[in-house]
């Protein structure tokens, strides 16, 4: 019986670590804190880059106003619905009703042509393509954005002017629905070159990358769950397209196509080498709406005028005047694209 009591002695005092108590006094580690130099200049660059390019556009707006205050005050006409564009004479005569016509239409019909061809592809790509052929599907698409605007220009004056099937289109078109403004056929005008439907046939190819990649980024984040959710349910391919995939893509697909139409809007180079003025004795007459017609919207005629109005500053206010109803347009535009967007990412 006094063989434990032995042992207890032998090995001292029970450590209170031995008992399954806790340490009075344990080892602390004191560590260094970790370094914040790195965020602090990246966040520091980041808000600086984000305060200049604000400055850079309030600058660019008053460096707009200031020039076109001029012209604007010479100006007789009203600048809003005059037609007329005569800067040869003081005092001037300009308007920007018949450019934001043109402007407005072939942008329209761009995206009413590129948005359902965009949502198409982004189907396929994301959600009926295998991978192998899809990558280079998405691949071939994105690459039409690298695409300068000269070519799609040069393309769409010298090769589509003279395609069949777009004379066809034009023909269906004025037959079926001549009774409407904007698809009647002009005399003056018996082919589609140089016509703002030929342009707008090149915007929509030319905006399609940019809508097929944003609706293409959103369909491919839906919810795995919630396709497999509608497919256990005994839904059918379409049907899990139209309950999952494209309610969860609509803000990107909205979002994409402002995006597109503010690219629309802002396209000079290509349109430059298409459009075919109309002469102003022929605005003064009448205004025609239709598309079979030829034209000049704000970029195009920015461009065409710019080299003859740099002598005279009067007509050069006049264009930067079409320019700054231009930026007011795209920004607002652009503004609306971005609150579109971020009103998706909430819900």
Do not use: C, Y
Not at 178 to 205: H, M, N, Y
Not at 206 to 222: E, F, G, K, N, V
Not at 315 to 340: E, H, K, Q, W, Y
């Amino acid at each position: 019986m006094a063989e434990p009591n032995a042992v207890a002695q032998s090995h001292g005092p029970a450590s209170p670590h031995a008992a399954g108590q806790p340490d009075p006094h344990p080892t602390r580690v004191q560590t260094k804190p970790p370094s914040r130099v790195g965020d602090r200049i990246f966040s520091g660059t980041s808000a600086t880059v984000a305060i200049l390019l604000a400055v850079l556009v309030v600058l660019i707006f008053a460096f707009l106003v200031r020039s076109a205050i001029p012209a604007l005050q010479d100006n007789e006409s009203n600048f809003f619905t005059t037609r007329t564009w005569s800067t040869d004479s003081s005092p001037l005569n300009f308007g920007i009703a018949a450019m934001a016509w043109t402007t407005a239409i072939s942008s329209i019909i761009a995206l009413a042509v590129a948005v359902p061809l965009a949502i198409g592809i982004a189907l396929f790509i994301t959600q009926m393509a295998p991978p192998r052929l899809a990558g280079p599907v998405a691949f071939v698409v994105d690459l039409l954005a690298a695409v300068p605007s000269i070519i799609f220009g040069l393309w769409g004056s010298i090769v589509l002017s003279q395609a069949g099937f777009l004379e066809w289109i034009r023909s269906v078109l004025a037959t079926l629905l001549g009774w409407i403004p904007i698809f009647r056929e002009t005399p003056s005008w018996t082919d589609v070159s140089g016509t703002v439907f030929l342009a707008s046939t090149v915007l929509a190819i030319m905006i399609l990358p940019i809508i097929t990649a944003t609706s293409r980024d959103m369909m491919a984040q839906t919810p795995t769950d919630q396709i497999e959710a509608s497919l256990a349910l005994g839904a059918t391919r379409w049907e899990v397209i139209k309950m999952a995939v494209l309610p969860h893509a609509r803000s990107g697909i909205i979002s994409g196509s402002m995006l597109g139409l503010g690219r629309a809007l802002g396209e000079t180079l290509a349109v430059t080498l298409i459009l075919q003025q109309v002469s102003q004795m022929q605005l003064r007459r009448a205004f025609d709406p239709s598309i079979f017609t030829g034209g000049d919207t704000f970029a195009s005629k920015i461009a065409r005028d710019f080299p003859e109005a740099l002598n005279d500053p009067k007509s050069l206010g006049a264009l930067v005047a079409s320019g700054l109803a231009l930026f007011v347009i795209t920004f607002f535009v652009n503004g609306a694209a971005r609150m579109i967007a971020e009103r998706g990412v909430k819900r």
